[in-house]
């Protein structure tokens, strides 16, 4: 009791001691920040939308991805059994895929393993066309049987990437319920 007590004096103390010393910002200081970052941004929107308007067919330059789709799709709404993954090219370019990663998850623990085919068959490394789609299923009882506490997990991800190691997409499912959604 005497150390909960003693405590809570130094605590109250300290707060006051440095509660002296703060100095708070001025507020037109923060108004003059606020508009000259605000300046900044409408002139890049600006200068992008005049040079923007002159090239056709041109993309935003800070979001130039591949163009692939992802689909995950489970056979129950909990507790499923298979799940199935769609990958469509939907670029302008043929992509090389990796294996991709099965990712259960749960909040404090993640438990990743490499995709290499189906039925004792490895597909992986995959060239993918322009235009083309592939599908993967994913039985998740093999997995149940090398780990029983993957049953757990709430939340399961598949990660896309190329040979390079680019990610190119991404998708999750829960395969139980849940409290919260994370």
């Not at 001691?17 to 970052?37: D, R, S, T, V, Y």
């Not at 090239?55 to 163009?67: C, D, E, H, M, S």
């Not at 939340?155 to 139980?176: A, D, E, F, P, Q």
């Amino acid at each position: 009791m005497r150390k909960g007590v003693f405590f809570v004096i130094l605590l109250l103390i300290s707060k006051t001691l440095l509660a002296q010393n703060e100095i708070g910002p001025e507020g037109h200081k923060l108004l003059w920040i606020i508009l000259f970052l605000g300046l900044f941004i409408a002139a890049f929107f600006f200068l992008y939308r005049r040079n923007g308007k002159s090239k056709t067919n041109q993309q935003w330059p800070l979001f130039v991805g591949k163009g692939i789709r992802v689909e995950l799709e489970k056979d129950a709404l909990y507790y499923p059994d298979r799940l199935t993954l769609k990958v469509k090219n939907t670029g302008n370019s043929d992509i090389d895929l990796d294996q991709p990663l099965l990712v259960f998850d749960n909040f404090w623990l993640k438990r990743k393993f490499r995709l290499k085919g189906f039925a004792n068959r490895n597909f992986y490394p995959l060239y993918l066309e322009r235009g083309k789609s592939h599908t993967l299923e994913i039985d998740l009882n093999r997995f149940y049987q090398h780990d029983k506490r993957l049953r757990r997990f709430p939340k399961t991800k598949v990660i896309v990437s190329n040979v390079k190691g680019k990610r190119l997409g991404s998708r999750s499912v829960y395969v139980r319920k849940t409290l919260f959604k994370f």
